[in-house]
């Protein structure tokens, strides 16, 4: 399958876990894929990873709470590649911390990369895509509301053979944790559900330029970031490793973990032609673990 052949993909916090997974797997199906990742040799050895086994890829250091950083990169890729197709948001950091202990600086460091970074990765990244689609439909989007019903169906009228369907995908990595609250990492839950709701409303703003925009929750994935969950509970509670990890898995209803590769999955589907018509949605890939 080449559902991505010749599309660019910039996939942030790729290095590892479930970011190198999406890489990978868009790199299978064709896509040029930018490892936008805050450790440059994790970042190498990924790119380095996805040539050998026969895709096409390039590691990019970044930290992408750096909003001057991500707008560079933007211009970077577009000057090497000329357009940008995909953006996939999946950075992020975690903190185990009881809600009373958490300080200024633990709450900035959290929101500073899965919240305003996520944000400002997808608005520099959008701001591209909008200049890739077609004059028309771009004019059509930026006419006033009131008259621009009847302007879009004009153009359609006269160019409808020439339109795509959609004109870029973002997937922005949330959590369960957005979708409930958890005390013991009260920052890391806000900017899970903060990512719910910029995935809304970016949809929103976007959608006249017929770019998707939605959001995937994962349950337990068993990644360095699981681990730091395991341990950091551990010290806390005097758990052995791998029992929190493994009380969790207890509750879930299909009695697994997910793999990177089911993340990569949602993510793939969500970014290929069948989810031209889904925008603004976050689905829980969880093993049933949470049901709204
Ligand atoms: N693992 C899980 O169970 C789980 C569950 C729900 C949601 N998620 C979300 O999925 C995403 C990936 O999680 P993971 O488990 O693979 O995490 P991970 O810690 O294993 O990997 C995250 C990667 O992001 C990179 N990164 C961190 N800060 C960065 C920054 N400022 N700039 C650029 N890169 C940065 C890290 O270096 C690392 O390579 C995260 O957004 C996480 O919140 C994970």
Redesign the pocket.
């Known amino acids: 399958m080449e559902r991505f052949k010749e599309q660019v993909a910039i996939i942030?916090?790729?290095?590892?876990?479930?970011?190198?997974?999406i890489a990978r797997r868009l790199a299978r199906e064709g896509a040029y894929v930018i490892i936008?990742?805050?450790?440059p040799e994790?970042?190498n050895a990924v790119a380095q990873e996805i040539e050998f086994e026969g895709g096409r890829s390039l590691a990019y250091p970044?930290?992408?709470?750096?909003v001057a950083a991500v707008r560079q990169m933007v211009v970077n890729v577009v000057t090497r590649f000329g357009h940008i197709d995909i953006l996939v948001?999946?950075?992020?950091?975690?903190q185990t911390k009881p809600m009373m202990d958490l300080s200024r600086e633990d709450w900035d460091r959290i929101i500073?990369?899965?919240q305003r970074?996520?944000f400002f990765c997808l608005q520099a990244v959008a701001s591209q895509m909008v200049k890739q689609v077609p004059e028309a439909l771009r004019k059509a989007a930026e006419t006033p509301a009131d008259i621009m019903n009847l302007k879009l169906e004009q153009t359609i009228d006269q160019e409808s053979s020439d339109l795509q369907t959609s004109y870029g995908k973002i997937i922005n990595?949330?959590?369960?944790?957005g979708r409930r609250g958890r005390p013991l990492a009260t920052h890391?839950a806000a900017?899970?559900s903060a990512?719910i709701s910029i995935t809304q409303s970016a949809a929103l703003a976007l959608a006249p330029y017929r770019i998707n925009v939605n959001a995937?929750?994962?349950?337990?994935?068993?990644?360095?970031?699981?681990?730091?969950?395991d341990e950091e509970r551990g010290e806390l509670f005097g758990a052995k490793p791998g029992e929190a990890a493994n009380a969790f898995v207890n509750i879930v209803p299909l009695k697994r973990?997910?793999t990177?590769e089911d993340?990569a999955g949602a993510v793939a589907f969500f970014c290929s032609d069948d989810a031209d018509y889904i925008t603004g949605q976050a689905l829980n890939v969880?093993g049933g673990f949470e049901m709204n």
């Open positions: 942030t916090g790729s290095g590892q876990g479930i970011g190198k997974g936008a990742e805050y450790n994790s970042a970044i930290d992408i709470s750096d948001n999946n950075a992020g950091i975690v500073g990369v899965n970074g996520a990595l949330s959590s369960v944790a890391y900017s899970k990512i995937i929750c994962p349950g337990i994935v068993p990644t360095p970031m699981w681990q730091q969950i973990a997910a990177a993340i969880d």
